[in-house]
């Protein structure tokens, strides 16, 4: 994959009852935050920017941190956003409305 700027989201739910979810959520929140790539955490979705390597490797490590300590199960909702010929970044699709 190109090196461009791309944007991804992803919203974690967890389907269990050993803690209250937003515990988990929190969690998956801290190994975005740890993980260099500029991000912003929202009410329903946490938005990553940077390039595809990277944003898909914090999307795979959420989901291993989540398996390694030993979540019951989750819904990982991803959605990417990829421009073949340059970048493409939060600020230009949300520029109009600030």
């Not at 935050?33 to 009410?43: A, C, F, L, T």
């Not at 898909?56 to 010929?85: A, P, T």
Request: aromatic residues 10%; contains cysteine; glycine residues 8%.
């Amino acid at each position: 994959m190109h090196n461009y700027i791309i944007n991804a989201s992803i919203q974690i739910v967890p389907i269990v009852q050993d803690k209250h979810p937003y515990e988990w959520v929190d969690e998956a929140i801290a190994i975005i935050q740890e993980s260099g790539v500029k991000h912003e955490v929202g009410p329903f979705a946490t938005v990553l920017e940077g390039t595809y390597d990277e944003v898909m490797k914090v999307i795979n490590d959420v989901n291993e941190y989540l398996y390694s300590r030993g979540c019951n199960e989750w819904i990982s909702n991803v959605q990417v956003q990829i421009r073949s010929g340059g970048n493409i970044t939060g600020d230009e699709k949300t520029e109009k409305f600030k």
